[in-house]
């Protein structure tokens, strides 16, 4: 089965080029165009799933390990093993997901942009979605590090053009961080190379360290990890993720926080770590800080945000922080916990910012007090479905969102030998406020967007309808009452869920309420991946 990595790089990307010359005539089809590939690329991922075997799940499996560039010794070397599938089966979920919910929604923010330029919308998801996979199958340094970077690219125009009003500097803001971070991560996998002679992942992995100096280690640990925490993000180089979520279109924040920052995640499970041991174990403490202070920070921040959207994306700097706390740990408890809340988060904050989406989609704003409050008495399924992704995120037992942030603290509790318990012991504590804090912003925006009884809108709502054709509603500012129905493009009032969203949304919940009730059948994956890429199993 070494063919089925290759065809999930080959449909989008073979798509993706035969796009570019799709006459104008077929434009009304493109999206549906998209649907079908991504649906392919889903159905090779499930194939994966099914054919995997569990019991070698510490190894790689269907590997693909052919001459690249012969003269420099560098390999095409795919495979996937417990850490990376889930990864890849998650990718290809949510680009199918994302085609689900274009090719039937009308997506209103940057609408006549998707109109103008369907061609480059589909192309660029494609695009984005071949090196999102290869990120994960990659087991060569420098492979890795090439589709590491392809997704910059596609992120960008999906930002700058079927973004917002503030797209411009969004979008220049997240790749030149992005690039930057980049440039110091290959200066690492170069001196790993210069030090090992191979850029083999699992050769590398297998040496744990062998042929380089701690001295060594350390400073390729911090140059690898510095590009990796940009893209996670990691606080303080975080600073491009709310503007980029933001001004990004609902499918772009989508993918953006289901995917690209679990790659920076992964790059930590897949090389920093097992590749580096004496640097990750010099390293940790600090990654253990930043990330607790991440965690407090994520969760301020949420809290004093106004926007739905920009709110969702700081809670992403506090998820986040939960994940690298895990890995700062250095134990199988707490690799797994960061494992499983990186999967956690891509289901729910996928969901998130789908639903986010379709707030603005209905009220032309995403400011939380313009929304009137009372949103389970006006559209009830909207609301419960925004409640329940709430819960999910703030860690709700039973739910996915809980067991990776508890194992990450349990990790905390008792960490490597090589590491100072008390030290830990503190970021617990710390990390155990942040979650109470999470709880917190989640309850407040609920009590602000979907409790409480409906108020009249806010002026950005009352602007809307006088721009379709309606005057705004002659009700005083001190009488409350449910608020008048946005019109949508030909004066009808927006209904509730649609069915198109129902399609793309209801596989997240499903897999949210699958894994918070048996979390085994996703940490018996990892586990022997785990033990193994720490140098526990033998």
Same mark, same amino acid.
């Given at each position: 089965?070494? +063919?089925?990595?290759?065809?999930?790089?080959?449909?989008?990307?073979?798509?993706?080029?035969?796009?570019?010359?799709?006459?104008?005539?077929?434009? !009304?089809?493109?999206?549906?165009?998209?649907?079908?590939?991504?649906?392919?690329?889903?159905?090779?991922?499930?194939?994966?799933?099914?054919?995997?075997?569990?019991?070698?799940?510490?190894?790689?499996?269907?590997?693909?390990?052919?001459?690249?560039?012969?003269?420099?010794?560098?390999?095409?070397?795919?495979?996937?093993?417990?850490?990376?599938?889930?990864?890849?089966?998650?990718?290809?979920?949510?680009?199918?997901?994302?085609?689900?919910?274009?090719?039937?929604?009308? &997506?209103?923010?940057?609408?006549?942009?998707?109109?103008?330029?369907?061609?480059?919308?589909?192309?660029?998801?494609?695009?984005?979605?071949?090196?999102?996979?290869?990120?994960?199958?990659?087991?060569?340094?420098?492979?890795?590090?090439?589709?590491?970077?392809?997704?910059?690219?596609?992120?960008?125009?999906?930002?700058?053009?079927?973004?917002? &009003?503030?797209?411009?500097?969004?979008?220049?803001?997240?790749?030149?961080?992005?690039?930057?971070?980049?440039?110091?991560?290959?200066?690492?996998?170069?001196?790993?190379?210069?030090?090992?002679?191979? =850029?083999?992942? &699992?050769?590398?992995?297998?040496?744990?360290?062998?042929?380089?100096?701690?001295?060594?280690?350390?400073?390729?640990?911090?140059?690898?990890?510095?590009?990796?925490?940009?893209?996670?993000?990691?606080?303080?180089?975080?600073?491009?993720?709310?503007?980029?979520?933001?001004?990004?279109?609902?499918?772009?924040?989508?993918?953006?926080?289901?995917?690209?920052?679990?790659?920076?995640?992964?790059?930590?499970?897949?090389?920093?770590?097992?590749?580096?041991?004496?640097?990750?174990?010099?390293?940790?403490?600090?990654?253990?800080?930043?990330?607790?202070?991440?965690?407090?920070?994520?969760?301020?921040?949420?809290?004093?945000?106004?926007?739905?959207?920009?709110?969702?994306?700081?809670?992403?700097?506090?998820?986040?922080?939960?994940?690298?706390?895990?890995?700062?740990?250095?134990?199988?408890?707490?690799?797994?916990?960061?494992?499983?809340?990186?999967?956690?988060?891509?289901?729910?904050?996928?969901?998130?910012?789908?639903?986010?989406?379709?707030?603005?989609?209905?009220?032309?704003?995403?400011?939380?007090?313009? =929304?009137?409050?009372?949103?389970?008495?006006?559209?009830?399924?909207?609301?419960?479905?925004?409640?329940?992704?709430?819960?999910?995120?703030?860690?709700?037992?039973?739910l996915a969102g809980f067991w990776g942030e508890m194992l990450a603290l349990f990790g905390a509790f008792q960490p490597a030998n090589v590491l100072p318990r008390p030290l830990f012991l503190t970021y617990m504590v710390i990390g155990g406020l942040g979650a109470v804090l999470t709880a917190a912003y989640f309850l407040v925006m609920l009590s602000r967007v979907t409790h409480g009884r409906p108020q009249r809108p806010a002026r950005p709502a009352a602007r809307v309808l006088q721009?379709?054709?309606?005057?705004?509603?002659?009700?005083?500012?001190?009488?409350?009452?449910? !608020?008048?129905?946005?019109?949508?493009?030909?004066?009808?009032?927006?209904?509730?869920?649609?069915?198109?969203?129902?399609?793309? +949304?209801?596989?997240?919940?499903?897999?949210?309420?699958?894994?918070?009730?048996?979390?085994?059948?996703?940490?018996?994956?990892?586990?022997?991946?785990?033990?193994?890429?720490?140098?526990?199993?033998?």
């Amino acid at each position: 089965m070494g +063919w089925l990595p290759v065809a999930l790089l080959a449909v989008p990307l073979v798509g993706a080029l035969l796009l570019l010359l799709a006459p104008h005539a077929l434009r !009304p089809r493109l999206r549906a165009y998209g649907l079908v590939l991504s649906g392919v690329t889903l159905a090779l991922a499930v194939l994966m799933v099914a054919v995997f075997d569990y019991a070698g799940a510490a190894r790689p499996q269907f590997e693909v390990d052919q001459p690249w560039i012969a003269g420099l010794g560098l390999r095409f070397h795919l495979g996937v093993d417990g850490i990376s599938l889930p990864l890849v089966a998650l990718t290809a979920l949510l680009t199918f997901l994302c085609f689900v919910y274009l090719c039937w929604g009308r &997506e209103r923010a940057g609408e006549q942009l998707m109109r103008a330029r369907p061609r480059a919308l589909v192309f660029t998801l494609l695009v984005l979605e071949v090196g999102m996979i290869g990120t994960f199958l990659a087991l060569d340094l420098l492979l890795f590090f090439v589709f590491f970077e392809v997704v910059l690219i596609p992120m960008y125009f999906l930002i700058a053009i079927w973004g917002g &009003e503030g797209r411009g500097a969004a979008s220049a803001k997240f790749i030149l961080y992005t690039l930057l971070g980049s440039v110091v991560m290959l200066l690492g996998l170069l001196l790993v190379w210069a030090q090992t002679g191979t =850029l083999d992942i &699992e050769a590398l992995a297998a040496a744990h360290g062998a042929g380089m100096a701690r001295s060594v280690q350390i400073l390729a640990f911090v140059a690898i990890g510095v590009g990796l925490a940009v893209k996670t993000p990691m606080w303080p180089l975080h600073t491009w993720l709310p503007d980029a979520h933001t001004e990004a279109p609902t499918v772009g924040s989508v993918l953006l926080a289901g995917v690209l920052l679990k790659m920076g995640t992964y790059g930590f499970a897949r090389i920093a770590i097992p590749i580096l041991p004496d640097g990750a174990a010099a390293v940790a403490p600090w990654l253990g800080a930043l990330a607790v202070v991440g965690i407090v920070y994520g969760a301020l921040a949420c809290l004093a945000q106004r926007d739905l959207k920009r709110m969702i994306a700081y809670s992403s700097v506090g998820h986040m922080g939960f994940v690298l706390l895990g890995f700062a740990t250095l134990t199988p408890v707490g690799v797994n916990g960061a494992l499983f809340a990186n999967v956690a988060h891509g289901l729910i904050t996928g969901l998130l910012f789908f639903l986010a989406g379709a707030v603005k989609d209905r009220y032309h704003t995403a400011d939380m007090p313009s =929304l009137g409050g009372g949103m389970l008495a006006t559209l009830p399924r909207l609301g419960s479905l925004l409640t329940f992704a709430s819960i999910a995120s703030l860690g709700l037992p039973g739910l996915a969102g809980f067991w990776g942030e508890m194992l990450a603290l349990f990790g905390a509790f008792q960490p490597a030998n090589v590491l100072p318990r008390p030290l830990f012991l503190t970021y617990m504590v710390i990390g155990g406020l942040g979650a109470v804090l999470t709880a917190a912003y989640f309850l407040v925006m609920l009590s602000r967007v979907t409790h409480g009884r409906p108020q009249r809108p806010a002026r950005p709502a009352a602007r809307v309808l006088q721009e379709v054709g309606g005057p705004p509603p002659a009700v005083p500012d001190d009488v409350a009452g449910p !608020p008048p129905a946005v019109l949508d493009d030909v004066g009808r009032p927006p209904g509730d869920v649609r069915t198109h969203e129902l399609l793309a +949304w209801t596989p997240l919940v499903v897999l949210i309420l699958l894994f918070g009730l048996w979390p085994g059948l996703l940490l018996s994956l990892t586990t022997p991946a785990v033990l193994t890429l720490l140098g526990v199993a033998s």
